[in-house]
């Protein structure tokens, strides 16, 4: 059998890219089950010789700080439960509040008339153009002044409301559904708010889903405005928490078998999601993007 070169170019060219996306996941997993004492000395290795689950109880604070000494740690704390807890309610208040202003936003593009329409549809499509970044010092001089810093209003108020991507993504899903079923609901008196609500979002929840599961894994992700606006130990989301675990060095250098394990404890929830909905999300992306 020949072989195409073409195809096979593609094929490693796959193949490369699986390796770059694999290869760190797999470093975080092999650091996390070497015993600590041992993690620079088998670094070259692909498996440690003796595996360990002590990494993970450490992190999870099931042993006590002279047990976690004695285990190789560094003395460095990350209170993961309670970090984990906040990163839960701040994607949890924020793929809610996105999800339900983007689907009201975007049913409006899709089936109300009214003036500035196209001209508004365009502004919201070219946020998603603008860095993020940019957005920053003005956001956090305004949850300053609000006396929002170190709160979860701060943390949530710049991503609560809808935005581009999930306006476009779902208009074009909305756009697709009959006529023929509001025209009727109108006829029998529905007002298009219950039209919304009783049989366009019934008709939505894979778009919804998807659209939910996308914006779940940027705000568990999210990093820098958590870290701008809530420094306070007790309002730090996972990444954040993290990133302070790292930068503790009470023994000269950071717990690298500790921050692997709780790293990879924090991947979990989004692996689980995309095990899940890996497939929803392509095909509902594909319809979007194809209409």
Known sequence: MKLDPSRAF???CLLAMLALTVVPLWVVVKTALTPSQDVFSQAAQLWPDTPTLRNFTRVLGLVSHEESLAMGGSGAEVH?????????????II??????????AAYAFARLRFPGRELLF?????SMMVPGVVTFIPNFILIKDLGWLNTMAGMVAPFCLMSGFGIFFLRQFFLSIPRDLEEAAILEGASPLRVFWRIVLPLSTAPLATLAMLTSINMWNEFFWPFLVAKDETMQVLTVALQSFKSQTPQGSPDWSGLMAATALAVVPVLVLLFLFGRKVVESVQFSGSK
């Open 10 to 12: 593609a094929w490693a």
């Open 80 to 92: 993961f439960l309670r970090a984990v807890g906040n990163s839960l309610l701040f994607t949890g």
């Open 95 to 104: 793929v809610t509040l996105q999800v339900l202003t983007s689907s009201m």
């Open 122 to 126: 365009g502004l919201f499509v070219a």
